[in-house]
């Protein structure tokens, strides 16, 4: 089993950043990063392996705006989450997967993180 603990969820305004982390109690293949709105289906936002390539994935939508990054040494991610929009507001999930796969899918993903709240006003 894998403890994720999440970090850096607030409310900031439209155009404004904020910083995710997750903390993982053990190595992993890779981690990610979803998001759930209410009414909406969750949905992948960004993933990065822990393999020497560190390959990173995100979704079109936040492309440009969002950063996943890595720390081996501590089993650690972030996400830097810059111009950010009021349809950004979501509870953002971390995740783990200890399998080689298509990050972009939830499936896979055998460890999840509690959650962080993140409200962008406008």
């Known amino acids: 089993q894998v403890q994720l603990v999440e970090s850096g969820g607030g409310l900031v305004q439209a155009g404004g950043s904020l910083r995710l982390s997750c903390a993982a109690s053990?190595?992993?293949?890779?981690m990610g990063w979803f998001r759930q709105s209410p009414g909406k289906e969750r949905e992948f936002v960004a993933a990065?392996?822990?393999?020497?390539?560190?390959?990173?994935n995100y979704a079109d939508s936040v492309k440009g705006r969002f950063t996943i990054s890595r720390d081996v040494a501590k089993n650690t991610i972030y996400l830097q989450m810059n111009s950010l929009k009021p349809e950004d507001t979501a509870v953002y999930c971390c995740?783990?997967?200890?399998?080689?796969?298509?990050?972009?899918?939830?499936?896979?993903?055998?460890?999840w993180g509690q959650g962080t709240q993140v409200t962008v006003s406008s």
């Open positions: 995740a783990a997967r200890d399998t080689f796969g298509d990050r972009t899918s939830e499936n896979g993903y055998g460890h």
């Open positions: 053990r190595r992993t293949i890779a």
């Open positions: 990065i392996s822990f393999s020497w390539s560190g390959d990173t």
